[in-house]
Every structure is written in C-alpha cells, then in structure tokens.
C-alpha cells in the first residue's frame, strides 16, 4: 500500500472509489461522495426522461409519421367520450402549424371529457380559399368561457403564434362549439 496516510482505489461495483488505508477516517467522506455521485446520476437521468417527454409533446412521432388527421383520429380513441372525426386537413401544413393545431384540438378534447359532462364530441377538417377551419363540438352543458379558465387561454395563445383564431361558442347548457380558423396557402 505505502506510507501512513497514503490512500489506495479499490473498486466498489459504482466505479473506482477512494478508500481509507492508513486508518484515518476518510471514508465517511468517500461515502458521501458516492452517494452524491449517485443522486447526481439519477437526477441526469430524470432529466433526460424529462426532455424526452418534453420533446414528443412538442411534435409527436404520431403526427410526425402519420400526418394531423391520422393524429387527432388516435387521440380521438384514447378518450373515454366518443369522438367522431371528419374531414381531412390538407397534408402540406407547416410542421409548426401542424403542431399548435393538434394541441390545440387536444386541449379542446381534454376539455370535453373533463368538464363538459358531453355523451359525444366531434373534429371537423374543413378546408376553404386560403383558410382550414376545424370545429371540436360536443353536446355537453356549455358554460365554457376562455376569461375563467387557463386552458382555452392557452388554445388562443398558441394559434396566435401560427396567425390562427379561436372562436368558443358555448351556452349554458350547451352545446359547446370551439372553431379554430388557420390561414393555409391556397392549392
């Protein structure tokens, strides 16, 4: 080993390590280090996790491999409301616009099985001269009012970033109407 107070490395399944030879009480310190190493590690590790996430909400593959129908008909399924889908929307959109419109139907669909109390729910793509309007209804109480909730005020803040408007159409006691008015090129 060698003189008093030397330290030697000896390996502890974590990688090399630090350990106390010469008796002088070190380790505990070595320990700590580790345990740090270790907290540190799994936290890069969330982290990763974390941005994954962060990443697929941004663009998910869905929309990315099948295109804004096909992805708003696989949301559709995943909700405890029927949804019916019709329409296509065109298949040029702009990745950036093709990505605030899912969410921003993702969120409308969030709302109908949240709050809305709607037995069915319906997506129509409509395409005219120079603008895509998609319509989210649903036969539920109404009472949906952007000014009382983050939600709708978050549908509206991500289509202004694509030029889009949002028109909310909601009663008390239904049925609630959400249009969504996307300026696209003509074809």
Same mark, same amino acid.
């Given at each position: ?58 663009? !998910? *593959?869905? =929309? @990315?491999?099948?295109?804004?129908? +096909?992805?708003?008909? &696989?949301? #559709?399924?995943? /909700? %405890? ?8 929307? !065109? *298949?040029? =959109? @702009?990745?950036?616009?093709?990505? +605030?419109?899912?969410? &921003?139907? #993702?969120?409308? /669909? %969030? ?9 069915? *729910? ?66």
């Amino acid at each position: 080993a060698g003189a008093a107070g030397d330290r030697g490395v000896a390996g502890t399944g974590r990688g090399a390590a630090t350990v106390d030879v010469a008796g002088s009480g070190e380790t505990d310190g070595v320990d700590k280090a580790l345990r740090l190493i270790d907290e540190a590690r799994a936290a890069a590790t969330g982290a990763l996790d974390d941005l994954r996430a962060v990443m697929h909400s941004i663009h !998910p *593959a869905v =929309l @990315a491999d099948r295109g804004l129908g +096909a992805a708003v008909r &696989a949301l #559709a399924l995943d /909700l %405890a409301t029927p949804v019916t889908v019709t329409g296509e929307p !065109p *298949a040029d =959109l @702009a990745p950036a616009v093709e990505t +605030a419109v899912y969410f &921003a139907i #993702a969120e409308s /669909l %969030a709302n109908v099985a949240k709050h809305s109390g709607a037995a069915a *729910a319906t997506v129509r793509f409509e395409r005219s001269r120079g603008s895509l309007r998609i319509e989210v209804t649903d036969d539920g109480t109404g009472g949906a009012d952007p000014a009382r909730g983050t939600g709708l005020r978050g549908i509206g803040d991500r289509l202004d970033a694509i030029d889009a408007r949002l028109r909310v159409d909601s009663p008390v006691g239904g049925p609630t109407r959400i249009s969504i008015t996307v300026p696209v090129e003509p074809s």
